[in-house]
């Protein structure tokens, strides 16, 4: 079947540690992105990519970083300069034309030791 | 500025209530779209539907229906007969930048029996 699988499912990070998530898609599709969601609020955008080798900026990039090297793959490194990381991340992905649905992965839940 | 608000935060109702979840959005745009999207437990967000802003007719699918005004920059959406299978968040999101989508804060329904 296709869809987006993100892991792992849970994930820890120690101070001063970057940690990497992971979003694969059989979906072809040629846009990702990544979302971070905290209790009680809604989502919001950390980095999308419309096309391989190429990513822009969200909301809140500050503290991540992605790569788009191939098109079914689109990894969110949260690096030690994020202070606060502990969220639920949640990656999607969409055909690419305009104001098409977004698809989404299972989500990573992010803690600190 | 884009925003979408979603004012309620928790609904509670038992089995076979009807119940509406409000959405009011803001944007200068004349061409947008609206989604909303179910979060259920296990924590991926599920497409329902997707709705332009030069289409108001009003939707019906099943129990769900969705009532689009652009006069009160309203997208609300009502579940008919509810069921403990419709116990999730909800999410009302603006599309006006071709993918950048703009979440309200979730709506968190229970529906006991």
């Known amino acids: 079947d296709g869809g987006i699988t993100q892991s792992p499912k849970y994930l820890f990070r120690k101070e001063g540690q970057n940690v990497t998530l992971s979003c694969e898609q059989n979906?072809?599709?040629?846009?990702m992105y990544w979302y971070r969601q905290d209790p009680g609020q809604g989502l919001r955008l950390i980095y999308y990519?419309?096309?391989?080798?190429?990513?822009q900026k969200g909301d809140i990039a500050e503290g991540y970083s992605v790569s788009r090297e191939k098109k079914e793959s689109f990894p969110l490194t949260v690096t030690s300069a994020q202070k606060n990381p502990t969220a639920f991340y949640l990656c999607?992905?969409?055909?690419?034309?305009?104001?098409?649905?977004?698809?989404f992965g299972d989500g990573t839940r992010l803690s600190i030791l | 500025a884009q925003k979408v608000t979603q004012a309620q935060t928790e609904i509670s109702v038992v089995e076979k209530e009807d119940v509406t979840l409000d959405c009011v959005y803001e944007t200068r745009d004349t061409t947008y779209y609206l989604f909303w999207y179910k979060q259920p437990p296990s924590g991926e967000l599920v497409f329902l539907i997707r709705r332009n802003s030069f289409d108001e007719q009003n939707e019906i699918s099943g129990r769900y229906s969705w009532n689009f005004q652009k006069s009160t920059s309203s997208f609300n959406f009502t579940i008919t007969a509810s069921q403990v299978v419709d116990s999730a968040v909800y999410f009302c999101?603006?599309?006006?930048?071709?993918?950048?989508?703009?979440f309200g804060q979730g709506t968190e329904l229970s529906v006991k029996p």
């Open positions: 999101a603006l599309d006006n930048q071709g993918g950048k989508l703009i």
């Open positions: 999607a992905s969409s055909p690419g034309r305009a104001h098409q649905p977004q698809h």
């Open positions: 990519s419309q096309i391989v080798n190429d990513f």
């Open positions: 979906l072809n599709h040629d846009a």
